[in-house]
């Protein structure tokens, strides 16, 4: 991208090639979008290297244009952050992914949980509790089967408040998930503090795990450190064999990536959850 300035405040923001696109048009878009019901949950599994079994989805958010197609969400979660569209939108998110956890209960196809991707800015919203709350009593979902993936710049705001929104949602009944670990501002100090269940490697280490003998040493050392600390451990974005295999073989937990299945519809995931029952 190139962005350029346009006045204080508002930046345009134009596509090397074609699909020129100004902000405030795609904000406005989103919107519509939301209201159209353009927004869509895909899902895409994790599984356990211990024997293979998908114990989780993860929810993600793909908006489906009808006159483009296919949005990825690193084109438009950005902006919604900027513009506080985030908030409308991660209700949603979360009410939908309780929903579904409902509906799959019924159908007796309910993977272990769904993994939700909770915004920061979400996060820090007083009333965070509160919504989440009501979302639960609205969709009656278990909050058992619901984990709620945060990433580390949750903590930027006060850590007190980081720790008790934490303890909150914790003795609710929802698991906690530390996302994209290793790539923030990770302060090991509070690590130990945080109520988690799951911490996640985040992709770029285990992408360079072939090239990197320093990325080796680090999702090594970080697998240890979690089960040090009693936390489970997830590898995000694992593509090949051989990763998987040495993720196997240094006891981490669970793993995710296009080696098993991309994120898929709701339907494509209902199949495969299905053939899981019947294997
Ligand atoms: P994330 O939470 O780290 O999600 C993992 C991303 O890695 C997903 O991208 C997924 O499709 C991709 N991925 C999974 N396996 C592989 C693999 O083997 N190779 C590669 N190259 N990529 C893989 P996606 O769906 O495009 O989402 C991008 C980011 O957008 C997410 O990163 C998350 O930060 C954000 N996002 C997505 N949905 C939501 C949402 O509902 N709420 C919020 N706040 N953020 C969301
Ligand atoms: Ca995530
Ligand atoms: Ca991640
Ligand atoms: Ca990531």
């Not at 003795?171 to 799951?198: C, K, R, V, W």
């Not at 489970?232 to 990536?257: H, M, N, T, W």
Request: glycine share 6%; net charge negative; proline share 4%.
């Amino acid at each position: 991208y190139k962005v350029k300035e346009a006045g204080k405040n508002h930046y345009k923001i134009y596509h090397a090639e074609m699909d020129i696109e100004p902000q405030v048009t795609m904000e406005n878009a989103l919107r519509k979008g939301i209201e159209r019901n353009e927004l869509e949950l895909y899902y895409q599994p994790q599984v356990s290297l211990e024997n293979n079994k998908i114990v989780g989805v993860e929810a993600l958010l793909r908006w489906i244009r009808p006159d483009q197609g296919m949005v990825p969400p690193c084109e438009f979660i950005p902006l919604a952050e900027e513009t506080g569209l985030i908030l409308p939108l991660g209700e949603w998110v979360l009410k939908e992914a309780c929903l579904q956890s409902v509906k799959w209960g019924e159908q007796g196809i309910l993977p272990i949980r769904i993994a939700v991707n909770i915004s920061a800015i979400q996060f820090q919203q007083n009333n965070f509790i509160e919504k989440v709350t009501e979302t639960l009593f609205e969709t009656k979902a278990n909050p058992e089967n619901i984990e709620l993936e945060i990433t580390e710049s949750v903590a930027m705001g006060s850590i007190e408040e980081t720790l008790s929104k934490l303890q909150s949602l914790k003795e609710m009944g929802f698991h906690i998930a530390m996302d994209d670990f290793g790539t923030g501002y990770s302060s090991l100090q509070y690590l130990n503090q945080y109520p988690i269940d799951h911490l996640k490697i985040d992709r770029s280490f285990i992408s360079s795990l072939h090239t990197s003998e320093k990325n080796v040493a680090i999702v090594k050392l970080i697998v240890l450190m979690a089960k040090g600390l009693n936390y489970k451990v997830i590898a995000e974005g694992v593509e090949d064999d051989s990763q998987k295999l040495f993720l196997r073989s240094i006891e981490c937990d669970e793993y995710q990536g296009y080696l098993f299945s991309p994120p898929l519809n709701r339907l494509d995931t209902e199949v495969l959850l299905q053939k899981q029952l019947t294997k």
